[in-house]
């Protein structure tokens, strides 16, 4: 029994040498297998120096314990005292890796694989690791000789004989060995079949790199020809169960556990295609059908067992596909996009755990680099290395890459790959997640040499590299286009002019000749202005690549600079708020309109900004709207100048909404683009129409003020129609109003009617005077008579007209007709004298409704231009705006009497109200509110992107491809919009024929 003095002792000695449990290591130290060697003055020191003393003593008490007869205890226990070298590798192994030490208890004598390392065997290839699998005729045997030589790995590796990039290159070279080993096994059990084929197995990716995990998927290609006079199909199928004996050997689980899973999947076709190929079928698969990633992953492919010679075959027949890859159309974007999928598939609780796969981590660092070298590639084979850090190094030595940006991924990404090597040789499990359990952290700390306090270390140090790599992900494409024009750093390789133009290219930028003079004038000189612009370019750069239009993006840029360059505020806002720079980039982009509203006024980028609140781009309320026009009116010297006060104001907010628009479609880093469709509709429809009536109201004030003063002779209203009055216009949307007056007491008739009729004609003049600024056309035409009726009436006019003539189509109209400026009075009374017209007591007659569908077949027929494709015109194509918005307005108009929610000018807001109502069921409700939303959405988009209004998709390719990243459609996709569209529409004219026709 121990004195307690004496326990109190070595108590304190356990908790120095960084044992957790002291009391459990004191019971483990007294027990009989430690006998001979538990005085042994460095056997602490030894233990203390392991990432987890008390799994180290643990481990070893369990091999002392499983020495099959003292002699072979009492030979181990001498060793240990008398050899360090296989001290600390024993016992590092024991205190890094639970299961090899469960291995080491399962096998007692395979620690004689670690008590001497020669010269030649410090850094084992293929062939050192063939002849340790060399007995194994079984599965498994094969297990027990593939732990034994990954013991020896690991002991390397903990005690730092061999390096990250050693390590992983011994480990798969390890794997090459063990598929050979399987494959002998599988051959040996089907001689008949092994006889009639030749198959070669190409590793694929970290292992095909050579940059192989502890535990990790070994991804393969199988390739299969018929020995001379063998028949094809036989050939094939025999290598086909070949090659799944193979895969079952390595991936089944048996006493001895398992090795690691054969995956095939990476295969042409995946899951679905056949396990092995010819040669011949390989590669016609890649001509014709391959995908982008496809060629990605080609970049680690290396033949590694069975018929070498043809697995080399394969390599040179698919070698100048992989490297034309970067030719093809959409390539860097559909590279990222690949990125993005996998970042979007991470379960949101383990995000922040995901050492592998999360922005920041090991797979940013690996598309980063194999993107440049698929780019540049091509015409430089010092970069066709499958090793990532090998491929790193040679992209630093060709200038692709900034040799300090490069110096920097290599540690980060060293320190990233030893973090997740050590978690997976802790239970020899794959996986890529940092343990949450202190315990776990403090033993992975320790493992990587952090010693002081090894929790908090880790954290500081995984947190740090991750944040340095998600910095240079993007950076590292763009930088160096930076250095080849403003050679910002000398004596550096830099990239060639050629490279650039290359790397422009594939990134999407239409014109690199002239992209590259923009860089070069926004990022050379030693002004602050370019010191700012060199660190936000490389980002910019990128985000204009992820448009449809880079050239266009970046050429705005400058123009934008080059405008507000000199002015402090402006390169503040991009620096320091971190959503103005994305916005901005997104903003000149995406089309015409909003970067010309821009270039008439600059200092809009303010609104970029994250502003009070991150509100900087939240459309304004009317009242605030109504505020600074007309007091902008009021300080104005006359009504030109008062109309183009109102008209800036227009402007500007036309920007801010649009701006809104784009952002919340496309997304930016921080925020997804937004999920409700109809909302964003809804937001734009509100903001201009809203934006509309202002500029009116501020107009008709300067015209009364300056033509009379403060008091016009008689009353005067304009009322919002169509698109107007429902709260629907469109960027390009005329605005449809209806002019209406009433006298002042006293006043005569033809002289309100006169001061009415000059008011109309000097509203319109104003607001159609030639300008930069973005023209608002008024339109009458749903007046009274129409065309030939006066363009402005008194109260009591319309009432005789209503009275008298009017017809269905007028009371159709005016369900949409709503105050929008002038004098508030009379515009409540127009709507008391037009509501019986549009809600009907007792709805429609038979007649009525005949005549509407009269009206809106003849319409279809007429106005539909000729040439338009009707499955993809927005406005009166099938299942379009027209079909939608005359099925909810003849709901409208049968039944608005008895059903107040019906009562709006809004399309959206009566066909909820109409299935709230149960006129419509919920799925055709939902049926139409797509389609129409989807309608509405082309046509903003089609603005947003040409710079003029339009009612169909665009011709141009380009300009289709921004109206698809608008709608959500990445490159490449413009087919699936339109068949969206068209599947979309098709579906609400179904329910049009139903509703509107009765078919």
Known sequence: MTAPGRRSSTFTRLLRHGFTDPSAAERLLESTELAPIR??????????ATADPDLALQGLVRLLEAQPEPTARRELTDTLIAAKPLRDRLLGVLGASAALGDHLARQ???WHALVMYEPRDLHPGVEEFERGLAEATDPVALRVSYRRCLLSIAARDVCGTTDLAQTAAELADLATATLRAALAIARAAAPDDAALCRLTVIAMGKCGGHELNYVSDVDVIFVGEAVDGADEGKALRAATKLAAHMMR?????????????????????????PLVRTLASHLAYYQRWAKTWEFQALLKARPVAGDLALGAEYVTALEPLV???AERENFVTDVQKMRRRVVENIPAAEIDRELKLAPGGLRDVEFAVQLLQLVHGRADISLRSGTTLVALQALAAGGYVGREDA????????????????IQLYRLRRTHLVPVEEADQRRLGRSMGLRTDPVAELNR???????VVRRLHEKLFYRPLLDAVAQLAPGEARLSAEAARVRLVALGYVDPAAALRHIEALASGVTRKAAIQRTLLPVLLGWFADSADPDAGLLNFR????ALGRTPWYLRLLRDEGAAAENLARVLSAGRLAPDLLMRAPEAVALLGDGDGGSGLEPRERAHLDQEILAAVGRADDVVQAVTFARGVRRRELFRTAASDIVGSYGTETQPAEADQGALVDRVGGAVSDLTAATLAGTLRAVVREGWGDTLPTRFAVIGMGRFGGHELGYGSDADVLFVHEPREGVPEREASEAANKVVSEMRRLLQVASSDPPLLIDADLRPEGKSGPLVRSLNSYEAYYRRWSLVWESQALLRAEPVAGDEELGRRFIELIDPLRYP???LGDDAVREIRRLKARMESERLPRGADPTLHTKLGRGGLSDVEWTVQLMQLQHGWVEPGLRTTRTRAALAAACAAELISTEDAETLDEAWVLATRVRNAVMLVRGRAGDTFPSDPRELAAVGRYLGYGPGHVGDMLDDYRRTTRRARGVVDLLFYGA
């Open 407 to 422: 110096a920097r991924l290599d540690d980060a990404y060293r320190f990233l790959r030893t973090m997740e090597h050590r």
């Open 108 to 110: 007692p004598r395979d």
């Open 841 to 843: 007591a007792e709805g």
């Open 323 to 325: 490297w034309k890859a």
């Open 39 to 48: 005085n042994d003055p460095v056997l602490l020191e030894a233990l203390g």
């Open 249 to 273: 050997i390595c991936s089944e689980t048996t006493v001895e556990g398992s090795i690691w899973p054969v995956d095939a999947n990476l295969r042409p076709e995946g899951r679905n295609g």
């Open 461 to 467: 140090e995984w947190k740090r590299h991750a944040t």
């Open 559 to 562: 123009k934008v600079s080059d």
